[in-house]
C-alpha cells in the first residue's frame, strides 16, 4: 500500500515527483523519499513521517535531476523509519521503488548476505536492488538483469520501477498484481501507482498488464508481456481531472466528504432511472441477459464495502428472493467455495485496486460462475477492467481514508442491482415504481440527517474519555452498526465492537458497565420490540445506552438513556443510508475532540493494494 511516481524528461522532474507523492499519500504516510540522476550521480534523500518534512528536507538539500523515482510508504516489512524508506539503493548505482510483499524475501536476503551484499533496511524491497545489482555482475544488459530478478521474486510484488546511474534516460517498470500505469506526455514520459499522481502532466495512460515488464524513455515506452515479447497495450483518455476538491470552509476531508454525501446520491442515481425503473443497461453489454439468469448471488469486499455487502445481503433475499452470501475477500481467496448454479460473482471495491478483492475476482474467474459484476468509484482501476458488467457509484474523489461517501454510494448502487435483480424474478410493477419513488428519496434525506451534526457533537463529548465501545443493530441495521464501529475506531482510536442486538447475551454483555457507552439503532420497524428487550438487558447492568431513534419510537425515560431522534420516519430500504450518517458524524467529532488525525489515521492507508 505505497505510492511510486516516476518520470524521464527533459526538464527538472522533482516538482513532478513531489505534486505526484501529494496526491499519493492516501496510499501510505510512514514515510517518503525521493532518487534523482544528478551530475551523472545517484542523489537520494528520504525522511520518516508525511511528504511535507520530505518537502521541507528539499528546501535544505535540493535535489535536481532529468530522471528521478519517488515514494510514499505504508509499512509492511520493517518499522516506519528513515533507514526503511524508499528508494532503496545498491552500490550507489541501483535506485528501486517497490509496492507489494516479496514472501521469499528472507531466503534471497541470505543469498545475498552470503555473497558479500551488506543491508541497510529491514524492508523487503532492499532485495530487489541488490538483486538487480548482482545480475549486473554476470551480464551488462539492465533489462536482463531486471527481468533475472524478477523471475526470483515469489508473492505478488505489484509493482517495481528501477533506475540505473549508468543509464540516466531510462527507467524499468514492471508488475505483479496491483496496477502500475505509464502517463504519455510530450518529450518525457511518467510512471504512478495511480492515475491521480500524473493528471497535471497528462491524461493519456496506459495501463500495464499482469507480467508486464516496461521500459521507459523519455521519446518511448516499449512494453514487454511476461514472456518477453513486445506488446502494444491501448492508450486512454483519463475523465479524472487534475485538482482534488480543495476543503473549501471544512476542517478536515472527512467532514466534507461527509457533508457530500447527498450530491454524490444524486449523481449515482443521475440517469439510471426512467419512469419508475431501472434499465439493465446501466451495468453494461449483455446485462439483461446475465441478470435474467442469475438464482444466487455471491459478494466478495473487504473492510467497510464488507459492511455494504452484508446491507446488500438482506435487501436481496428480501426483496428478490435469492440466495446471496457474503464473503471476506481474504478469506474467499484460500476457501474451496461451492458455487451454485447460475451464481453472480460480486465484488465491491471504492478504488478497484484492493488487493485481496481483485484476487478473489480472479480466482472466481477460474470457477464456474455465471458473470462477474463489480460495484466501483474508479473507472480505471483493474476491478472494472476485468469484470463483465461494472456499476460505477460516481462518488467523486474521496481523500480521507475513512469511506464516508463511497459507503453510502455503494449501498445506493447496490440497492439499484437488487431492485434489477428483483424484478427479473417477478417483482410485481407497482413495487417496483414503489421502491424506485423510496430509493430517488434518499439523497434529500441524508440532507436532513445531516441536521444533527450539531447535536451529534455535544454527544461526542460523552466519548472522548472512553476506551470501548459497543454498538448494537438488528437485521440489515446490523451491518450499519458494525460500521459505525469501525468508523470509531479507525479515527479516534477508542476500541469499538458491534453486535447483533440478540447476541448480547451469548457473551458481549460481560464487558457492559458504566464505563462502556452503547450505541444503538432504533428503526421503528418489525424487530423493534426485539431490540428494546436488548436495550432493557444493558440497562440492566448498568450500562449508558446512546440510541439513534425513530421518531415515533418510544423508548421511556430511564437515566442512563439518550436519545437522539432520527429526522423522519423512513422505508425500510432507507434505513441503512439514514442511519449511516449520524455515526459517521459521532466517529467524525469524537476524533476532533481528541485530536486524532482524522483524514490520515496511524497505520492505515487509503488503497490496501497488499495481502
Known amino acids: 500500500m505505497c505510492g511510486i511516481v516516476g518520470a524521464v524528461s527533459q526538464r527538472d522532474v522533482i516538482p513532478v515527483l513531489l505534486k505526484g507523492l501529494r496526491r499519493l499519500e492516501y496510499r501510505g504516510y510512514d514515510s517518503a ?68 510483499i516479496i514472501e521469499n524475501h528472507a531466503e534471497l536476503r541470505s543469498k545475498l548476505e552470503a555473497s558479500g551484499f551488506e543491508f541497510s533496511s529491514e524492508t523487503d524491497s532492499e532485495v530487489i536492488a541488490h538483486r538487480v545489482f548482482f545480475h549486473l555482475s554476470s551480464t551488462s544488459d539492465m533489462q536482463k538483469a531486471v527481468t533475472q530478478t524478477l523471475q526470483e521474486l515469489e508473492g505478488g510484488y505489484a509493482s517495481i520501477v528501477v533506475m540505473h546511474v549508468l543509464e540516466p534516460n531510462v527507467l524499468y517498470i514492471a508488475r505483479s498484481g496491483t496496477p502500475v500505469v505509464i502517463g504519455l506526455g510530450k518529450g518525457e514520459n511518467f510512471v504512478a501507482s495511480d492515475v491521480t499522481a500524473l493528471l497535471s502532466e497528462t491524461n493519456r495512460f496506459q495501463f500495464l498488464e499482469e507480467g508486464d515488464l516496461a521500459v521507459l524513455r523519455k521519446d518511448s515506452v516499449k512494453i514487454y508481456d511476461s514472456q518477453g515479447v513486445g ?110 448454479q447460475n451464481t453472480l460473482f460480486m465484488a465491491i471495491s471504492q478504488s478497484g485496486e484492493t488487493a485481496d478483492t481483485l484476487a478473489a475476482l480472479r480466482a472466481a474467474k477460474k470457477l464456474d460462475y455465471l458473470a462477474t459484476l463489480s460495484i466501483c468509484n474508479v473507472s480505471e482501476s483493474s476491478l472494472t477492467r476485468e469484470s463483465d458488467l461494472v456499476l460505477m457509484t460516481r462518488a467523486g474523489q474521496e481523500i480521507g481514508v475513512a469511506s464516508t461517501k463511497a459507503f453510502t454510494t455503494q449501498l445506493v448502487a447496490l440497492l439499484m442491482l437488487t431492485i434489477v435483480v428483483a424484478r427479473h424474478q417477478g417483482l410485481d410493477p407497482n413495487k417496483e415504481h414503489e421502491l424506485v419513488t423510496q430509493l430517488a428519496e434518499i439523497p434529500g434525506l441524508i440532507e436532513q440527517s445531516l441536521l444533527l451534526d450539531v447535536a451529534i457533537a455535544e454527544l461526542s463529548k460523552d466519548f472522548v474519555n472512553k476506551q470501548h ?108 443510508l439514514l442511519y449511516t450518517v449520524p455515526l459517521q458524524l459521532l466517529a467524525y467529532h469524537t476524533a476532533l475532540l481528541k485530536g486524532t488525525d482524522v483524514d490520515q489515521p496511524r497505520n492505515l492507508a487509503k488503497s490496501v493494494t497488499v495481502e
Open 33 to 100: 523519499g525521493i532518487a534523482v540522476i544528478q551530475n551523472k550521480k545517484l542523489e537520494r534523500l528520504r525522511r520518516l513521517g508525511k511528504v511535507k518534512g520530505l518537502e521541507d528536507a528539499l528546501i535544505k538539500n535540493p535535489l535536481i535531476g532529468e530522471i528521478g523515482i519517488a515514494h510514499t510508504r505504508w509499512a509492511t516489512h520493517g518499522t516506519p523509519s528513515q533507514s526503511n524508506a524508499h528508494p532503496h539503493v545498491s552500490g550507489n548505482e541501483i535506485a528501486v521503488v517497490h509496492n507489494g
Open 231 to 340: 506488446v502494444e497495450r491501448p492508450i486512454r483518455e483519463s475523465e479524472h481531472t487534475a485538482d482534488p476538491a480543495d476543503r473549501g470552509s471544512y476542517k478536515h476531508y472527512m467532514a466534507k466528504e461527509i457533508h457530500e454525501q447527498p450530491a454524490a446520491l444524486i449523481s449515482t442515481l443521475d440517469n439510471r432511472i426512467s419512469n419508475g425503473s431501472i434499465s439493465d443497461e446501466i451495468f453494461g453489454d449483455n446485462a439483461e441477459e446475465i441478470l435474467s439468469k442469475v438464482e444466487s448471488i455471491h459478494i466478495v469486499a473487504c473492510g467497510t464495502s464488507y459492511h455494504a455487502g452484508l446491507v446488500a445481503r438482506s435487501q436481496i433475499e428480501e426483496l428478490a428472493r435469492l440466495p446471496c452470501t457474503v464473503d471476506i475477500a481474504s478469506e474467499y481467496r484460500y476457501r474451496k467455495p461451492v458455487v451454485l
Open 469 to 576: 465501545a459497543l454498538f448494537l443493530g438488528r437485521g440489515a441495521l446490523n451491518p450499519i452498526a458494525m460500521e459505525g464501529a469501525l468508523k470509531l475506531k479507525e479515527i479516534s482510536y477508542i476500541h469499538a465492537e458491534a453486535y447483533a442486538a440478540g447476541e448480547l447475551k451469548h457473551g458481549p454483555l460481560a464487558l457492559v458497565d458504566d464505563n462502556m457507552p452503547v450505541v444503538a439503532i432504533a428503526p421503528n420497524n418489525e424487530l423493534l420490540e426485539k431490540l428494546k428487550s436488548n436495550l432493557a438487558e444493558v440497562r440492566a447492568r448498568g450500562g449508558k445506552l446512546y440510541v439513534f431513534a425513530d421518531p415515533a419510537v418510544d423508548l421511556g425515560d430511564e437515566q442512563g438513556l439518550q436519545i437522539l431522534r432520527m429526522p423522519a420516519h423512513v422505508h425500510s430500504i432507507q434505513e441503512p
